[in-house]
């Protein structure tokens, strides 16, 4: 497709359980992040992939947060044992490469997770 | 570290009002300032951008200098249309920091009313 594509829209979890957050960038973009949006803020960043390395994962709040990307193309961001507090919209976003200042992020619509 | 602070919003304006969205930062390095919007039942995009003092971004008649004396990156339109009601978002990229990650504002809810 032409945009960033996330799967599912929405999820609602029980607490406790795990959820698989499914990422599909635009093709041949080689940096992914992930974002994590609470309510009423701006997404705060989570993680980021270069290809299939995560260069970065200082912004995953628990080692619950977990992110892959095997093949350098489709990422899933898993949650472990799922808590209130990880509901949230979660963004996953793809560029081209290289510096945010001339290799602008495109979004997927994100997807909308509530722990219950 | 790096931080934005947006104006609080919702704000509420008539069609053909002048806009303005306060934007102030924070950084380490030498930030790169930008606009995205979020659109109802959109994904966020990019609105305009700015990578040097004294810099204007413009786009879709919206635009924003960027002011390293007062560290400020202030979104401006001077006639709003319905079609601009979004969620703006003020964010910084910082290339003394990590360049590729983006930290956002809290953002702002606009609403043009006919």
């Known amino acids: 497709g032409a945009g960033v594509s996330q799967s599912p829209r929405y999820k609602v979890a029980k607490r406790g359980q795990d959820v698989a957050l499914r990422c599909d960038p635009i093709?041949?973009?080689?940096?992914l992040f992930w974002y994590q949006q609470a309510l009423g803020q701006g997404p705060e960043f989570l993680t980021y992939?270069?290809?299939?390395?995560?260069?970065?994962k200082s912004g995953l709040p628990s080692d619950r947060f977990f992110a892959e990307r095997p093949e350098g193309s489709v990422s899933t961001l898993k949650i472990q044992r799922t808590q209130q507090e990880d509901s949230a919209v979660y963004l996953c976003?793809?560029?081209?490469?290289?510096?945010?200042?001339?290799?602008?992020?495109?979004f997927g619509n994100g997807t909308r997770l509530t722990v219950t | 570290g790096d931080s934005v602070t947006q104006m609080e919003g919702p704000v509420t304006l008539s069609e053909e009002a002048c806009l303005t969205i306060?934007?102030?930062?924070?950084?380490?390095?030498?930030?790169?300032l930008f606009w995205y919007v979020q659109y109802p039942g959109e994904g966020l995009q990019l609105l305009l951008k700015a990578t040097k003092a004294d810099d204007k971004g413009s786009n879709k008649g919206f635009e924003a200098t960027y002011r390293k004396e007062t560290t400020s990156f202030h979104l401006e339109k001077g006639s709003v249309q319905v079609s601009d009601s979004a969620v703006y978002f003020c964010?910084?990229?910082?290339?003394?920091?990590?360049?590729?990650?983006?930290?956002f504002g809290s953002g702002t809810q606009l609403t043009v009313l006919p």
């Open positions: 992939f270069q290809n299939e390395a995560q260069l970065d």
């Open positions: 093709s041949g973009h080689v940096s």
């Open positions: 976003a793809s560029s081209f490469g290289g510096p945010a200042y001339n290799s602008p992020l495109h």
């Open positions: 964010a910084l990229s910082d290339l003394g920091g990590s360049a590729r990650q983006l930290t």
């Open positions: 306060n934007c102030t930062y924070t950084a380490t390095g030498y930030p790169s």
